[in-house]
């Protein structure tokens, strides 16, 4: 898998848009880049994954830049329960569970009050 | 519950004993991974299992460690002779199918050796 490049940590204000930022410069063109985060004393819990084509659910926004070097995930309103650390992984779409996700040490997106 | 889930949550062992820890997944889904997770970093790949087959056993530290799913559901993770060095968080993740990268995480079992 590709390996992914991320900020130690960030603040981000209650109410305000957390943008995190991912680099994969190396990802090849069947990865897939996806999103986690870990709460404090949690399992880590899937927030969105992508392509090429920028994604949004409910949880968050994926915006992935044309050339598929870098990502940045969005967290419209970020409230006080989005404090977590967050993975940014590439993925091989179908290459079997045991390609199944390698996480690094993540951001740590601390959001103030 | 509809989610992953683990027992037990905390786990205190002395060195050298066998631990056993159980991984219950969300019903249905048919992949199975086990992961561990020391202080402050992010989770390690141990095995990965699809139904009751053991595809991947790659990560798995030493020859202590052992991970069995007989009837592809349940899941047990032993640890044989348990070290210091075993302190850590197990976790636990599910996925519907075989190639899906949208895995639910337990929220794990912590062991710490003494």
């Known amino acids: 898998d590709a390996k992914t490049t991320q900020p130690t940590s960030m603040d981000c204000a209650e109410g305000r848009a957390a943008n995190l930022p991912c680099n994969h410069s190396t990802i090849s063109g069947n990865e897939y880049v996806y999103w986690y985060r870990q709460i404090h004393s949690q399992g880590p819990q899937y927030i969105i994954h992508g392509l090429k084509n920028n994604e949004t659910n409910e949880m968050a926004s994926l915006i992935i830049t044309e050339d598929r070097k870098s990502s940045t995930l969005i967290l419209p309103h970020a409230t006080l329960r989005d404090t977590a650390v967050y993975y940014c992984i590439v993925r091989v779409a179908s290459g079997g569970g045991a390609d199944g996700l390698t996480f690094g040490k993540g951001t740590h997106l601390i959001i103030q009050p | 519950g509809a989610g992953v889930s683990q027992s037990p949550r905390y786990k205190v062992a002395k060195r050298g004993q066998d631990v056993a820890l159980r991984c219950d997944p969300i019903?249905?889904?048919?992949?199975l991974f086990w992961y561990q997770q020391a202080l402050g970093q992010g989770p390690e790949f141990l095995t990965y299992?699809?139904?009751?087959?053991?595809?991947?056993k790659s990560g798995l530290p030493s020859d202590r460690f052992f991970a069995e799913r007989p009837e592809g559901s349940v899941s047990t993770l032993k640890i044989q002779r348990t070290q210091q060095e075993d302190s850590a968080v197990y976790l636990c993740?599910?996925?519907?199918?075989?190639?899906?990268?949208?895995?639910?995480f337990g929220e794990g079992s912590r062991l710490t050796v003494l």
């Open positions: 993740a599910s996925s519907l199918g075989a190639y899906t990268g949208e895995l639910f």
């Open positions: 019903s249905g889904h048919v992949s």
């Open positions: 299992f699809q139904n009751e087959a053991q595809l991947d």
